[in-house]
């Protein structure tokens, strides 16, 4: 019975870290799946969130259902995280908030409320994250793309260009700081003109923020997002604790909406309870909770944003040292740009061929498209790892 169902390709990077795992040399690089390491090379639970755990696993008196907006305290500081905590906006019920099962589950309910509102495209930036489209097509929705990198850069007039020709109705996946796989994020200027376009082309934009705090600060790492708001009057938004909190298991995600009007965004949250409902019944609770404790205590939140900060400065420093001697062996300035990216990845000039021939000879464990995962490296790994892969990129 199951015979009409062909057989599907893998998802490559989850079969990186498969064969990065099974692979015994003891000379080897992971530069694949998106997950933040410390020197150590492990993925630590943050201290502020073990003892924030701690404490709510102390408080919890029941496990009953929270009811279909989840932890309603999480989703009112994810509020504050994303438009800031002054909007007018949210005295005004313009917006809504649901707990999600990661920032993955905040994009399904994101691009299945397109789906209500009548949306039959969405453009996705090229290249982008493989989720992207993947979650636009099982939502039975047409996939578009815009450009998006030139030289190591935004590439505006090209993104600008191929955005005119979206038609009222389209909907938009624009990534919140740290674009994945590129590195590269728009200006506030950039977001601004997305924003104009999105509200003079009538498109519906859901931006996906995945590694707020990673790129300059809490703050500043929304200051686009904001700018995009701002001029376009409207928008849908994922945020995933994955990274930030380094949740990624607990699933933890808040999807957010912000209209012109209470009416707007009352029809929309009742559509948001309903797909919620086909889907997962309720969301998860133990993440957002955790997220909650931290962010409720002023001594925990203050630990938090001292080990978010570490993390973001670590990834500073391998990119520059990376970018510097990569620099130094190919002569090649475009790697230079690598500095002025953003977050975990950025995108090497590397053919898909050698991207396996790397992995074969060397050790290097990269996909196919040459994103490389910034923060899977040791600081020694460098000058080793620099001479190598330059002789690819060359
Ligand atoms: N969006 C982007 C661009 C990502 O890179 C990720 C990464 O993991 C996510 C969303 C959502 O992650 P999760 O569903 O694990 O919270
Ligand atoms: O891009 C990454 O590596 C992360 C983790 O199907 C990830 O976002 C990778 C593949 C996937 C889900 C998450």
């Given amino acids: 019975h199951f015979s009409p169902l062909s057989t599907l390709p893998p998802d490559a990077l989850l079969g990186l870290m498969t064969a990065y795992r099974a692979d015994e040399r003891s000379e080897k690089f992971d530069l694949g799946v998106g997950v933040y390491k410390d020197e150590h090379g492990e993925t630590p639970i943050l201290s502020a969130v073990r003892k924030a755990e701690a404490k709510l696993l102390a408080a919890q008196t029941t496990k009953v259902y929270e009811g279909p907006r989840g932890n309603t305290d999480f989703c009112a500081h994810i509020e504050k995280f994303v438009f800031g905590a002054d909007h007018p906006a949210l005295k005004e ?41 993947n979650v636009v097509k099982s939502l039975g929705l047409e996939v578009k793309d ?75 790492d929304m200051d686009g997002v904001r700018a ?52 997962w019944s309720m969301p998860p609770a133990h993440g957002a909770g955790i997220v909650a404790a931290v962010l409720d205590d002023p001594d925990l939140r203050a630990e938090w944003e001292a080990e978010l900060a570490a993390m973001r400065t670590r990834m500073i420093s391998l990119r520059t040292a990376l970018s510097d001697a990569l620099v130094s062996h190919t002569g090649s300035n475009l790697l230079a740009a690598l500095k002025t990216q953003n977050g975990m990845f950025s995108q090497l000039p590397i053919s898909a061929e ?20 910034i923060a899977g490296l040791h600081a020694s790994d460098i000058p080793r790892l620099a001479e190598t892969l330059a002789r690819y990129l060359v």
Wanted: with cysteine; net charge positive.
């Fill in 93 to 133: 019920n313009r917006v809504l908030s649901f707990t999600a099962p990661g920032g993955c589950g905040a994009l399904f309910l994101g691009v299945g409320l397109m789906r209500r509102m009548g949306t039959r495209r969405v453009w996705v930036s090229k290249p982008t994250w493989p989720n992207h489209p």
């Fill in 146 to 220: 815009y450009a998006y990198a030139r030289d190591g850069a935004f590439y505006k007039l090209g993104a600008l260009a191929d955005l005119s020709t979206a038609e009222p109705g389209d909907g938009i996946i624009l990534q919140g700081p740290c674009h994945n796989p590129t590195g590269i994020d728009p200006s506030t200027d950039d977001w601004r003109a997305l924003g104009r376009l999105c509200r003079e082309k009538r498109v519906i934009a859901l931006l996906d923020v995945a590694y707020h705090g990673f790129a300059s600060g809490l703050d500043k």
């Fill in 228 to 279: 995009f708001i701002e001029e376009a009057g409207e928008a849908l938004v994922s945020y995933s604790c994955s990274k930030n909190f380094g949740l990624y298991r607990e699933r933890t995600g808040c999807f957010l909406a912000i209209g012109k009007d209470a009416e707007g965004i009352a029809a929309a949250t009742t559509h948001v309870a309903d797909m919620g409902r086909a889907t």
């Fill in 354 to 373: 050698d991207t396996a021939k790397a992995r074969e000879a060397d050790g290097i464990y990269m996909p196919s498209s040459g994103r490389i995962n």
